[in-house]
Structure formats: C-alpha cells, structure tokens
C-alpha cells in the first residue's frame, strides 16, 4: 500500500487536482479521501510510482461523480443553487491557493471527458496516455478531449484587443469602487442618467429591478460589494463582459455601456451558458 507519509505529502496536489475537476472543495476532499480508502488497499508491489498511482485513482472518483451529474443532467453549479457555507469555503480555497476564477467557470461547461482531459494536462502536465487510460479512450481520442477543453476555454478568455480599450478601463475603475463600496467614486463614473437594471430573482425581495439616476445606482450597488468583488472579466461572442462568481460558480452575468467616458448603462443577468 502507499505509507500515509507519501500520501500526506501528495494530498495538496491531489486535493489541487479534484478542486478544479469537481468545482468543490468539500466534493475534492471527499474524492481525497476516498483515493486513499483505496490507496490502503493495495499491496505496495503494485504502486511503483505513488504520485501516478494515486492521481490516477483520484481521476476515476472524480469522473465518476462528473459523470453522474451528466446522467443527471445537472445544470452547472451555479451559485444561487449552492449552501452559502459551501460558496463561502470555495471562495477561500480558491484565493488562498490564487486559482483562476475565469476558468472555474468555463471548466463547469465541459464534458466530464474534456474537464478531465484539459486538467490533468495542461494544468498537471500529466501524459496523454495516461489521461487516455483513465478514459478508456485512445491517446488520440485524449487529446482531442483536451483540445477541445482548450478551445472553449480560449474562446471566453479576455484579449488584449478587447480590453485595452478606453471603455474597459471606465468599466474596470466603476468596479473596483463597486466593490470597495466607494460611493462617490462610482457617481464619478456615472453618467448622471445611468439606468441600472437587474434580473428579479438575484436580488432579495423587495429590491427595485430598475434604478436610475447616478446617486442611487451608486448607492444600491454598495449593497452588493461583496458579489462585485468576486467578478472576472470574460469575452462572450466578441464582447467584454463581467460574471459574477463567488467560489467560481457563476450566479450573474454584468453588461456595462459606457458613453463619453462615463457608465450609461448596467444589466444585470441571469447566465444561462458562457462557454458557447
């Protein structure tokens, strides 16, 4: 069997690996813990490389579940439908260990086979061969796997054309006082007719779906600074937006006009997919 000490050793990297394939840091826990059930049922004889041994094991928890949310057709784990404690404990793996909020996002659109695939390449640089065993699939049939991963996380990532432009950094300031909850560095960045406008049901009952004025949309923002500061910026059909995502589970997408240098416009939507 592989000694506790290997295991321990490994368990940030494993625990790194299950976070990004299931999205869930008490599922990759779980899916840790499970590895090692089976890890202490081996003879030793059998793991000459403990490391492989074990992310490969790991691999087949983690495609199981990621397979039965697929026979379930479960939507992805958007926030809204989430315990708040287990955003909140998402939320602090993911800025503790810096992992990409944006790509949370896009590997929750995958299919189990292509989350797999582009994960343990090109995030753990794990061979194809490897990866093709774990799917039972050719090496050929991997990599096409986690190209197309590759592909659809590429095609929602912000580029340099797209975001250097005068009104990205109007609508990157805005945030930034958003979620510092700055009132009057917001109402500097609204125009003074600025309209902002909300699906119902992100916002507690009772809350106006459409406010304008720059005052009071500065004023309502603040109420919603903690969501703002768990947003990243995405490029969906050629246009910069921002999602809102604590934890990396999307809840919300943010459209944002700006006009003459100053925000005109705020809509705030319901995602349906961001990896088209």
Sequence with gaps: MVSISEFEDLRPRLTAVAFRML?????????????WI?????DH???RNPAA????????????????RSR????????????????????????REDVSRALMVILDQLT????????????????????????????????????????????ARP????????????????LAAAGGGDIDAMVRLLADDCIRVVDRSLVPPGTATVVSGARAVAEETRLFADRIRAHTPMRLGGRMVHVIAPGGHLLAVVEVAVVGGRVSRIRIRRPASVAS
């Design 23 to 35: 999205g869930s840091i008490h599922d990759a826990e779980d899916a840790v813990q499970s590895t």
């Design 38 to 42: 089976k890890a202490s049922h081996v």
């Design 45 to 47: 004889a059998e793991v």
């Design 53 to 68: 041994w074990l992310t490969t094991a790991l691999t087949r928890v983690c495609l199981d579940q990621l397979r039965a």
């Design 72 to 95: 379930r057709r479960e939507d992805p784990l958007f926030d809204g439908a989430l315990p708040a404690e287990a955003v909140a404990a998402d939320e602090h793996y993911l800025q």
């Design 112 to 155: 189990p086979a292509q989350r797999v695939a582009y994960v343990l390449h090109d995030l753990f640089d794990v061979p194809f061969r490897d990866i093709a065993t774990v799917l039972g699939s050719s090496v050929d049939g991997a990599k096409k796997h986690a190209s197309r991963g590759r592909g659809r996380i590429a095609s």
């Design 159 to 174: 580029d340099d054309e797209l975001s250097a432009g005068g009104a990205s950094v109007v609508v990157d300031a805005f």
